[in-house]
């Protein structure tokens, strides 16, 4: 959960600097007054050349990106999009501002999309299918791609938790036919607030751009009032605030994820041989951008014993158990709601996954005797409660 961690005097630096040079915080125009600078230009820029990709996007919000990238790969309403059944809800909200029907997997002991329940679940109306690198965690990206690839349907990894993590050498986000990224509080980076999306398909940028901000073709050959426009759209524009502030965190991530790594590994090392935990599944440990250590118990009373008892010690979870109504589509009554069934039976190896889940945070801020007192208080509370 780094990115908050690191935000300081480089930040502030960074969007003083935007007042000391004409005070401009639209991202586009005024050339002259904000002395040719452009920082939400440049973060796209450095954002893409990181990642290596052709053409990146900076817009409001991550779920805004999602939102986005769909639209620029033709979804319309009625038309079905898989996605995994443990992700944001943000996600599922993306495919429902469209209309869209969500189709949702179960997930494996990866606890990312479970590729065998995904070759099930598409159907000809199947337009895109979105897994989620969720925790930082990659996807089994080779047989999702397999399975997408042979049906002809695009690809959109939602990374939004993953920036700087790779499965086989490759960026996560950068594998299928386009990506996304959050930058809110929670994630690798932060600008507060913020969404990229990261593809080397030309069409699908510009689609997503014009839509980011009505309708705009940016046409060289006019100033921005006169511009040209083929499509209506809406604005999810970022200020210039937000692009400097990216720009410095940006320079933080490799930091992050080298320190997050490491922690993570010593918390796990200091782990593992404990009877009646099963860590989770990683299908490439070392791309794993580490901010989350999750590991299975037994049972979901067991889970939920041992998180209090956590708790009690001082020592927070991420997500799992505490915010899983957030983050399962198990508990998302207000959504599906044609089910006859309870929602944790209609998924329900998902459910016997996530409910039976611990989440540890990995902070990148963390002492060695920190680390060592982690390790010391989740043994004993496993040994009083399992
Ligand atoms: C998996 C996932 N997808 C999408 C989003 C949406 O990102 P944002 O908060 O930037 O809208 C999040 C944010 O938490 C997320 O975790």
Request: proline share 3%; glycine share 8%; net charge positive.
């Amino acid at each position: 959960m780094p990115g908050w961690e690191l935000i300081g005097q480089e930040e502030k630096a960074a969007v003083d600097e935007i007042f000391d040079k004409g005070g401009v915080l639209y991202r586009y125009g005024l050339d002259a007054k904000r002395q040719n600078i452009f920082r939400v230009d440049e973060f796209e820029k450095q954002i893409a050349q990181k990642v290596g990709v052709n053409h990146t996007l900076f817009v409001n919000t991550g779920t805004a990106a999602l939102k986005l990238v769909l639209i620029a790969l033709g979804v319309k309403s009625g038309d079905e999009v898989i996605t995994q059944s443990f992700t944001f809800i943000a996600t599922v909200e993306a495919i429902l501002e469209l209309g869209a029907v969500p189709v949702i997997t179960e997930i494996d002991k990866s606890l990312n999309m479970d590729p065998k329940d995904l070759a099930k679940k598409i159907t000809k109306k199947t337009k895109v299918i979105i897994p989620v690198h969720m925790a930082g965690v990659p996807a089994k990206m080779d047989e999702i791609l397999k399975i997408a690839k042979d049906k002809n349907i695009p690809v959109l990894e939602d990374s939004a938790q993953a920036l700087g993590a790779t499965y086989k050498g490759k960026f996560l986000g950068t594998i299928g036919n386009a990506g996304i990224y959050s930058t809110d509080i929670g994630k690798v980076i932060t600008t507060g607030e913020g969404g990229l999306v990261v593809t080397n398909d030309k069409a699908i940028y510009l689609k997503a751009r014009e839509y980011s901000d009505h309708g705009h073709e940016q046409n060289p050959k006019f100033p921005r009032g006169e511009d040209t426009r083929t499509i209506w759209g809406f604005n999810y524009k970022v200020t210039e605030m937000q692009g400097a502030v990216g720009l410095a965190q940006l320079k933080k991530l490799d930091y992050v994820l080298e320190m997050q790594r490491k922690n993570k590994k010593r918390i796990k090392d200091g782990l593992k041989g404990i009877k009646n935990i099963e860590f989770r599944e990683l299908p490439d440990e070392g791309g794993d951008a580490a901010d989350t250590l999750i590991f299975f118990v037994e049972t979901k009373e067991k889970a939920l014993k041992l998180a209090q008892s956590l708790k009690e010690k001082g020592l927070g979870t991420k997500n799992l158990p505490d915010a899983i109504n957030w983050h399962y589509a198990g508990t998302w009554s207000h959504i599906f709601k044609g089910y006859k069934k309870n929602l944790e039976e209609v998924w329900s190896q998902s459910t016997n996954l996530l409910r039976r889940a611990i989440a540890l945070p990995i902070m990148v801020n963390m002492t060695d005797e920190r680390i060592n007192e982690i390790v010391e208080k989740v043994k004993v509370a496993i040994k009083e409660v399992l």
